[in-house]
């Protein structure tokens, strides 16, 4: 198959052995000698170079019709970061398809993709490629529809919900890198609060901007100059209350995000008297 779709890059995504259950059979040689050279038929694959990441191997790999004797180079990426027990990390996984698509982005030949079943991690590798893609073009990203034209082709393609639930996270974290590659870091957790942090603090700017300024000018007119409010004047003075109310409220967001369990009691006594405020200011 890979002679006639004449592929030049394989990502395997699984151990051969996983659990005490077989899941493969090694089909790469595993040293750079003679005596480890492996045959399949007519073609001959030799192992040329094996370069060990932190989270995958890297090997470049002889393909040769003995036939015809035609040679073909090949990039294998083994991917050694997925557990026997649970997920790879977002970001790790994400960081691997990028590595993985250097390699093949200026070939016009399929990237082959494999696991165990073919489905489950397969398709989930897949989704956020292809992900990666419409968000590069778009910077929108269609999760289910996505999903859905896989498994008309691939049935039970991403078999289980965490690993739809991983697709997603894994986008989140490639867009969070695109978006502010500031941000971007080893962790999920630590990528998701830095933006979170960015999202919260352009709330907070944009809302204590009108909070802080704009109410004491119009409250130091009313209390000290005795000045007739309008009804326009009103109606701007009911917007900076309400802006407040809002700045209470993304404050308590804040801590209920960031201190939960410390701070619950004070965000839901910030959003008491946020709210109370605005209550008694209706009524006057």
Request: charge should be neutral; include cysteine.
């Amino acid at each position: 198959m890979v002679w006639e779709q004449q592929g030049r890059v394989i990502v395997m995504l699984t151990d051969m052995d996983e659990r005490g259950m077989p899941k493969g059979t090694p089909y790469c040689p595993d040293a750079e000698d003679i005596s480890s050279i492996r045959l399949y038929g007519d073609h001959e694959v030799i192992l040329k170079t094996k370069d060990f990441k932190q989270e995958y191997i890297a090997s470049t790999l002889e393909l040769k019709d003995m036939e015809n004797n035609l040679v073909r180079k090949l990039k294998h990426f083994w991917y050694t970061s997925w557990p026997a027990h649970g997920f790879p990390e977002p970001i790790s996984l994400v960081k691997f398809i990028l590595d993985v698509r250097l390699q093949n982005e200026e070939k016009l030949a399929p990237l082959i993709v494999h696991c165990s079943s073919g489905t489950g991690r397969t398709g989930t590798f897949v989704a956020i490629d292809s992900g990666i893609k419409m968000f590069d073009k778009s910077h929108t990203v269609d999760i289910l529809n996505c999903v859905y034209r896989m498994r008309l082709e691939r049935p039970r393609a991403v078999q289980t919900k965490q690993q739809y639930a991983l697709i997603y996270k894994a986008l989140l974290e490639y867009a969070s890198m695109v978006v502010s590659p500031s941000t971007s870091s080893t962790s999920s957790r630590a990528t998701g609060n830095a933006v979170t942090f960015s999202f919260l603090h352009s709330i907070f700017h944009s809302i204590s901007f009108n909070f802080l300024y704009f109410f004491p000018l119009v409250s130091f007119n009313q209390f000290f100059f005795h000045s007739d409010i309008s009804n326009s004047s009103f109606s701007f003075l009911h917007s900076i209350v309400l802006s407040a109310y809002l700045y209470f409220f993304s404050l308590s967001l804040f801590f209920l995000h960031f201190f939960p369990l410390s701070t619950f009691v004070l965000s839901v006594f910030i959003q008491f008297f946020s709210l109370f405020f605005y209550s008694v200011f209706l009524s006057a």
